[in-house]
């Protein structure tokens, strides 16, 4: 009988912790599913955009330029948010709220804006920026309200089910597309879109996540050099892989129908494969170590190489589910990496590198393509030379990637850190000069004009009293 008083005080331990952990657990699972219909969202209107684009007289080298303005645009609203956000700290879900609806609006409204360049233009690089403010508040409510371990099953999670509502979503496009008529069919998807990206608002609206709340001495923080560098050095790395997967994705499906001469439905059939494969390399990465995942950079370094030298258009498909494979896992390590040392950058800082690497690699690969699009076989080289980059940056530098002993991973590593904040210092510094310079130079030209509007002014009020 002694024991029984013991056991009780346990018991209602457990109830209590067991009634604490159902939010964080309702929270999980309407943020994993949000996953679905957030990725049938976006697979739709993001896949929609450059068709409708091109439907109403864009071509690619307009479209390069279009998404160079936008990628800057996004780069603009990811330094603007970090700054305030950074003194001031914030409560998440409201936000994040905010700023979906605000993102869904402004996608919606493209169709309905179309026409002339400069409206589409800007309607299209607004549509983009708001999509950092969404991802910045949803990576910073992820790494805040989740554990580790179990931020890595989340994301493992979302990847699967957005890639599976990714394949309903480009099997939604392509059959409205060759079905509809005229410019309605374009209107009628975006329709779609938005009203599934509701129930996506909905999902977050219900999440349990209220009380997650960055405050602003813990949203950006300064840690130790050699977090510093890390994070540095991942983001580069991060950025790196994105703008090469952004090349080949510009050359890929031309290179197969021009000079390969494969059918339409076979270069449709590479996309179908890559997202596929999402699905189930989700599950094939999620609980793997670190220096697994190495062989996910080392893969996708090989891809634009095998795509370019591979002469069999059947083939190409083979290429796009190891593509598709070692994508996700070069994601997943990025997003792990920076939730193991968000305590030391601070949340929102973390959240801010994840997300802004969008938009920093789609500047870099849109100037790029502009500039080599004239030749399909440049294009690949440079997407080859961004992911050997990245891998370079990786095995070197970074300690869970790394085939070389620690002292040079340190040592490496901090040259690079050093060496790119240099860099980044002078540019910046140049770029303030300039622009400086500019201004000075446009208020001197408009100083003249006025005085020269003045005096002949003068000059006909003295003809004229004559």
């Known amino acids: 009988m002694w024991s029984l008083p013991k056991m009780l005080p346990r018991v209602g331990i457990a109830r209590r912790v067991a009634v604490r952990r159902k939010p964080a657990d309702l929270a999980f699972t309407l943020l994993a599913l949000e996953g679905f219909f957030g990725g049938f969202y976006v697979a739709v209107s ?10 109403m007289g864009y071509d690619l080298r307009n479209l390069l330029l279009l998404n160079a303005f936008a990628g800057t645009l996004g780069l603009v609203a990811a330094v603007a948010l970090y700054r305030h956000v950074g003194r001031r700290g914030a409560a998440l879900k409201g936000r994040m709220l905010a700023a979906m609806a605000v993102e869904r609006a402004l996608w919606f409204s493209i169709p309905w804006v179309a026409g002339p360049a400069v409206p589409t233009a800007l309607v299209y690089g607004l549509a983009f920026a708001s999509t950092i403010p969404t991802g910045i508040y949803m990576s ?16 493992a999670y979302r990847v699967m089910l957005s890639s599976a509502a990714a394949v309903l979503g480009q099997g939604l496009t392509v059959t409205v597309l060759a079905f509809g008529e005229g ?16 129930v996506s608002l909905l999902l977050v609206g219900a999440a349990p996540i209220r009380s997650i709340v960055v405050r602003a001495e813990e949203a950006v923080v300064r840690g130790e050099e050699e977090v510093e560098a890390e994070a540095s050095n991942t983001y580069i790395l991060f950025v790196m892989v994105l703008s090469s997967t952004s090349l080949l ?13 494969a059918p339409d439905y076979l270069a449709a059939m590479i ?18 170590s670190f220096r697994t995942y190495r062989y996910a950079f080392l893969l996708l370094a090989s891809v634009p190489i095998l795509v ?5 258009p059947l083939a190409q498909v083979g290429i796009a589910v190891l593509y598709g494979f070692s994508l996700v896992g070069a994601n997943l390590f990025t997003s792990f990496a920076y939730s193991r040392v968000v ?21 870099v690969a849109s100037l790029a393509g502009y500039a080599l699009v004239f030749n399909t076989a440049l294009v690949f080289a440079a997407a080859t030379a961004f992911s050997v980059g990245a891998l370079v940056v990786g095995l070197t530098t970074l300690k869970e990637l790394a085939v070389i002993p620690p002292s040079h991973v340190r040592l490496y590593a901090r040259i690079l850190y050093h060496s790119s904040v240099v860099s980044y210092n002078y540019v910046m510094m140049a770029a303030e000069s300039s622009v400086k310079a500019a201004l000075k130079t446009a208020a001197l030209v408009a100083v003249l004009a006025i005085l020269f509007i003045i005096y002949k002014t003068l000059y006909y009020l003295v003809i004229l009293t004559r």
């Open 46 to 55: 993001r896949g929609v955009t450059p068709v409708f684009l091109v439907y």
């Open 140 to 155: 910073a409510a992820f790494l805040k309200g989740f554990e580790e371990r179990r931020y890595r099953r989340l994301m």
């Open 183 to 198: 410019v309605w069919k374009y209107v009628t998807l975006y329709i779609a879109a938005f009203a599934v990206s509701l």
């Open 249 to 261: 994705s510009i050359a890929w499906v031309p290179h197969v129908m021009r000079d390969l001469g």
């Open 271 to 288: 996309g179908f494969m890559q997202t596929l494969t999402n699905i189930f390399a989700s599950w094939f990465w999620a609980e793997r």
């Open 308 to 312: 370019y030298l591979t002469p069999y």
């Open 343 to 363: 305590k030391h950058l601070g949340v929102i800082r973390a959240a801010t590198l994840l997300t802004s690497a969008y938009a920093l690699s789609l500047t």
